[in-house]
């Protein structure tokens, strides 16, 4: 089998880098090249909302070489992706046209969820730790430069993942503008820090065994190698006794000592502290006995993304089911999580699978039909009455890790025109077809009972038919079946029709 080489590029949030993969069928992934380049992105845009132009100039030369680079190994594809400081800079689009055209690179800006997402497969290319890791209760704290992502495991299902506080670079910027020593300072990062994490506590911990944290970015990796020069077994993890040991040895030096102490520049050193003092507060608030740093970064999530994508490798962690897992835990949230959703999604995916040959939709709207069938009374927790746009506004308002901004909107859209009258000119194709399959499903279980819980369905000329051994009256169901039948037809050109198959 062939090996494919391809380049991940980062532009973060306070340095550019890319990574030269070889992606084999047989061996995996494996790092070959690995470039950074230091740059204050995120400085100009949490100050100022936009960046300049002699950090956009900057931004290409750097670019300029990596697309040199690219050439020199060959790469057959390349994945260039930008995070929250380009993602919340107001010229942002002027930017990806100037480094287009001057470096022939195009990035994507992707959401938080997607990053985080892609983080998180990162963590899950080292299969054997993760798994193991995440049977337990288990916290994975991505503390970025622009903000810090915190995600819940309990059993092996992800319960949430929210982004809790500011990232690094914020805070250190927030701490520039007061007057205060460094005692002052770092009691204010914790007050910062403290807000959040109580509200995160009460909403999402309660009474949760966290017994791992994985610590993911630079500072931590370079925490837990500090302390493996104090004594820790492994360069990749510490119990909490020595993370404090370490923590209380940097609170104490100078940002010169640290510099010195930790090995690393001063760019970095100024990050280390209030970096430090997330990690410090969110395992003080877990109670997690042992980190774990899997040393991965951005790049190596967009390698494995697209190395997953192209069904060259293939991972024993179920990653779709933790997009739903993250739904259904919104949908108990909103009181929406119980046996009629469960029905209606499973009758929605066997719809989807029927009509297959007819509605032409990709693989991946099957899962944003079943997130959209899990959540769509979520409004219901606000109003009973045209709650169509109260669930929009929840789901908009809401990261579901994994998701597009642009597939966040269609699951928003597809609910909102589930309750709502259809409006022919604010939605597209695709999302008239979801919509259709939703509103058929939650049909079937019109009456709340599950009665056609275990029917078949497939499509026999112009009919799609919904066959049930069920021996009870199913008068209702068949009348709201009849009352969608119109919209269905209309968007695939095909009429519903439940047949219930009587015993002799």
């Not at 380009?86 to 480094?99: G, P, S």
């Not at 506080?165 to 503008?177: A, E, F, Q, Y």
């Not at 990749?236 to 510099?259: G, P």
């Not at 112009?462 to 009348?479: A, C, K, R, V």
Request: hydrophobic share 40%; net charge neutral.
């Amino acid at each position: 089998m062939a090996n494919h080489l391809f380049a991940a590029i980062d532009v973060g949030s306070f340095e550019l880098e890319m990574g030269i993969y070889e992606i084999s069928p047989k061996n995996g992934i494996r790092q070959i090249d690995h470039l950074r380049h230091v740059i204050a992105l995120g400085r100009d845009t949490y100050h100022t909302g936009k960046i300049s132009y002699r950090l956009v100039d900057e931004m290409c030369r750097v670019l300029g070489d990596f697309s040199k680079v690219m050439k020199g190994y060959k790469v057959e594809d390349y994945w260039a992706c930008a995070t929250s400081a380009m993602r919340e800079a107001v010229n942002n689009q002027i930017i990806l046209d100037q480094i287009e055209v001057r470096t022939g690179i195009k990035v994507q800006i992707i959401s938080n969820s997607e990053q985080r997402f892609l983080s998180y497969k990162a963590i899950a290319m080292k299969a054997a730790e993760f798994e193991k890791i995440i049977q337990k209760g288990t916290a994975i704290a991505d503390v970025g430069f622009g903000s810090t992502q915190l995600s819940l495991f309990d059993k092996d299902s992800l319960v949430t993942t929210q982004n809790i506080v500011p990232g690094v670079l914020k805070i250190r910027d927030t701490l520039s503008m007061i007057q205060a020593n460094r005692i002052q300072e770092n009691s204010i990062v914790e007050e910062i820090i403290d807000h959040e994490l109580i509200k995160f506590k009460k909403l999402y911990l309660r009474d949760r065994d966290i017994k791992h944290l994985i610590g993911v970015g630079d500072t931590i990796t370079i925490l837990v190698r500090k302390a493996a020069e104090s004594g820790a077994s492994t360069t990749d993890r510490m119990t909490r006794e020595q993370f404090n040991r370490v923590y209380d040895q940097l609170m104490s030096l100078s940002a010169a000592q640290i510099e010195e102490a930790f090995g690393i520049n001063e760019s970095f050193a100024s990050i280390l502290v209030p970096s430090a003092i997330i990690y410090n507060r969110i395992l003080q608030m877990t109670g997690a006995e042992m980190v774990w740093t899997p040393g991965t970064r951005l790049c190596d999530g967009v390698v494995t993304e697209y190395a997953q994508n192209n069904r060259w490798l293939k991972f024993t962690h179920d990653f779709e089911e933790d997009m739903l897992a993250a739904a259904r835990n919104m949908a108990k949230r909103y009181r929406c999580g119980n046996a009629h959703v469960l029905c209606v999604e499973n009758m929605a995916a066997r719809m989807f699978d029927a009509m297959k040959k007819y509605h032409g939709l990709a693989q991946r709207d099957r899962i944003l039909l079943r997130i959209a069938a899990i959540l769509y009374g979520c409004g219901k927790y606000v109003t009973m009455r045209e709650f169509g746009e109260c669930s929009y506004n929840i789901i908009m308002s809401t990261e579901i890790i994994g998701l597009s901004q642009s597939e966040r909107e269609l699951v928003a859209n597809v609910v909102r025109h589930y309750a709502d009258e259809y409006e022919y000119d604010e939605a597209d194709i695709r999302t008239a077809k979801l919509t259709a399959m939703l509103r058929l499903a939650v049909a079937l279980d019109t009456s709340y009972h599950q009665k056609l819980e275990g029917c078949r369905m497939g499509v026999r000329g112009d009919n799609l038919i919904i066959s049930t051994e069920y021996q009870g009256d199913l008068s209702l169901e068949i009348l709201s079946v009849n009352t969608n039948a119109g919209f269905f037809e209309e968007i695939f050109g095909i009429q519903p029709v439940v047949k219930q198959k009587r015993r002799v």
